[in-house]
Structures are given as structure tokens and as C-alpha cells.
């Protein structure tokens, strides 16, 4: 990663501006370098259909609905009335970046 730092020292300086040092140090992670040796190795990538069918367990999904409480659902429509009032305001400016997230978190 690289690290800027920005000084506006007037210590030798004979024209105006701020000096700019840039170094570079290594972040702590698990690189591409370390996938390759410690990873593909032991990895094995397949298909269902390489494997034979009916390899899944059954799977059943079951929809219940649960009212909220009475504090869920005022926190809900506080939450929903401000999403709404910043929405129009963008959409006003012709912007449409929040259009997704307001209706994403309003409907989860």
C-alpha cells in the first residue's frame, strides 16, 4: 500500500507548494503468491454433474411472515420517511444512485 505524506514546511524552499513523500509499505494479507502455493494445490474444482446426481440434500423453503412490534414498525417508518425525503431530494437533482438502496433496504 502506499502512504502519502504532505508537508507545507518552509524550511529550504524557494518556490511555493507542499512536498509530497510517497513510500510504499506491504500491508499484512494473504496475496496471490500465497493462494498459489498454499491453495491450488489442495483444490480441486468440479460440476455437480461430475459427481453423479442427487448429490444435494432435498431442499424445501417455507415463507412465514412476522408482524413487527409496535417499536420495530416506528423505527421502520422513521427510517422509511427519512430514505424517502433524501430520494426525492437526489431525484430532484435528477440523480438516481440511491434509487437501489433505498428500495433494497426498505424491503428487506
Do not use: W
Amino acid at each position: 500500500k502506499d502512504i502519502y505524506s504532505e508537508s507545507a514546511g518552509t524550511a529550504h524552499k524557494t518556490a511555493k507548494g507542499t512536498k509530497v513523500s510517497v513510500r510504499t509499505v506491504k500491508a499484512p494479507g494473504f496475496g496471490p503468491k500465497g493462494v498459489l502455493r498454499c491453495i491450488l494445490p489442495f483444490t480441486i474444482f468440479l460440476k455437480l454433474k461430475d459427481i453423479g446426481g442427487n448429490v444435494l440434500p432435498p431442499y424445501d423453503e417455507e415463507f412465514r411472515e412476522v408482524q413487527m412490534d409496535a417499536a420495530q414498525a416506528a423505527a421502520y417508518r422513521d427510517l422509511a420517511g427519512r430514505l424517502t425525503a433524501e430520494l426525492k431530494q437526489a431525484l430532484a437533482r435528477r440523480d438516481t444512485t440511491l434509487l437501489g438502496v433505498v428500495l433494497n433496504v426498505l424491503l428487506a
